[in-house]
């Protein structure tokens, strides 16, 4: 068939195909596949080689639905990264289904698994390495957003007063507390407060009582053997390559999972929020789990990752699992919508149709990108950077296939 000859730019022909042109993000990073918008090239990722660039918030949000790659996406970021980078990375790990044990295995990681009558403990009201003790604004958040998911409503004034205060109180100590301290410090108020307020101590008391009946469920049931008491391990963060938290214990309670999360979360922020020269790479999974109750407080966490070169991972199926809370437009819901706008690295695997108009309006995709996250084969996604985007197809080596696949049990 004979065809006429036609003359076109490169403003024409990059609206008709899109990505084409993409000169990619540079080798610096691990390999993660090669960019199949970008002639195949090689495609190299690492927030903080990426800094200040390309990338200026070095947190990232990775959603795929089962069966997408999700999970080998991850772990071959992650093994690769201590490959590249060994003693200049540290890697954390909050695991609510307990599938990074085999990476830690091989990674050489600390492995913390958490559950009721277990010897592992985490005490979510440790301060910060090298922080002034009397510092608790991040515990009081952490508190605050925990009561406040056991009662079901948010705090009234007098209650958030007396929270805070007893946190406050206990921190000017300068010795560390636990949650069961908090509980006798709410149940007994200083001379000072009870002055302050014009009340009795049996007023404070009865003001008090649904916070203290709040954090006893806490203590006795919630989180009962895993955040009541001190901390009993320890991070090797000298010289060891990562820790995995192992909270599967709390995975079947829907109920008790975020609550677990937030507190496991809080813990390990405060313990990697110091002053070195290692980067660090959190890992959080489930991660609706972790803002469903806390978005605030987390929102306060992601805002320190410069600052102490944390780049935070938040994992989840689809975007409505971070939004679920947006439906009745309260602030939390606002705050949970917000963070993944402030999110510069997103790593979309396949969606379902039902999530493809949720995905469009959170991360701005254009018609085709919507178009492609529904229709991406496994170990593929596309990576917006900003205003950058690449479709990705992860190259997993025969190993890497083995210790990173998790479908082993319904394939083989």
Not at 119 to 136: E, F, I, Q, W, Y
Not at 145 to 152: I, M, Q, W
Not at 172 to 185: H, I, K, Q, Y
Request: with cysteine; aromatic share 6%; net charge neutral.
């Amino acid at each position: 068939m004979s065809l006429d000859w036609h003359r076109s730019t490169m403003a024409n022909l990059r609206s008709v195909y899109p990505f084409h042109t993409d000169t990619g993000l540079g080798h610096r990073g691990p390999y993660m596949g090669v960019s199949l918008t970008g002639g195949m090239a090689a495609f190299h990722y690492d927030p903080f080689e990426l800094y200040p660039t390309v990338l200026t918030n070095p947190n990232v949000i990775v959603l795929g639905e089962v069966g997408s790659g999700k999970s080998s996406t991850i772990k071959a970021f992650l093994g690769r990264s201590i490959a590249v980078y060994g003693a200049r990375r540290f890697i954390a790990v909050i695991d609510p289904k307990g599938e990074y044990r085999t990476l830690a295995d091989v990674l050489g990681f600390s492995v913390v698994k958490l559950h009721p009558g277990g010897t592992s403990r985490l005490n979510p009201m440790d301060a910060r390495p090298g922080d002034d003790s009397s510092d608790v604004a991040a515990r009081q958040r952490l508190v605050a957003g925990l009561v406040t998911a056991v009662l079901g409503r948010p705090l009234d004034a007098t209650e958030d007063a007396l929270l805070g205060w007893a946190i406050l109180t206990l921190g000017r100590t300068g010795r560390s507390f636990t949650l069961a301290d908090v509980v006798t410090a709410m149940q007994h108020p200083p001379a000072d407060l009870i002055e302050l307020t014009h009340t009795s101590p049996q007023t404070l008391g009865r003001a008090a009582a649904p916070v203290v009946f709040a954090l006893d469920k806490l203590i006795n049931r919630s989180l009962r053997g895993m955040f009541d008491g001190p901390t009993t391990v320890s991070l090797d963060w000298a010289d060891g390559p990562g820790i995995v938290v192992d909270l599967s214990a709390a995975y079947g309670d829907r109920d008790a999972l975020p609550l677990v999360v937030m507190a496991a979360t809080h813990w390990l922020s405060a313990v990697l929020q110091r002053d070195s020269e290692r980067r660090v790479i959190q890992v959080i999974d489930e991660a609706w789990a972790a803002v469903l109750h806390g978005a605030r407080h987390f929102q306060a966490s992601l805002k320190l990752a410069r600052t102490y070169g944390v780049s935070t991972w938040l994992i989840c199926h689809r975007p409505s699992d971070l939004t679920a809370q947006a439906d009745d437009g309260t602030a939390d819901a606002k705050i949970a919508a917000g963070l993944l706008s402030d999110i510069q690295t997103r790593i979309l695997l396949r969606q379902p149709p039902d999530q493809l108009a949720t995905a469009a309006d959170l991360f701005g995709l254009n018609p085709r990108e919507t178009s492609l996250v529904g229709q991406l084969a496994r170990g593929r996604a596309l990576w917006r950077l900003q205003q950058r985007a690449a479709v990705v197809h992860n190259v997993l080596s025969p190993t890497e296939r083995a210790l990173f696949d998790t479908d082993t049990a319904m394939t083989t």
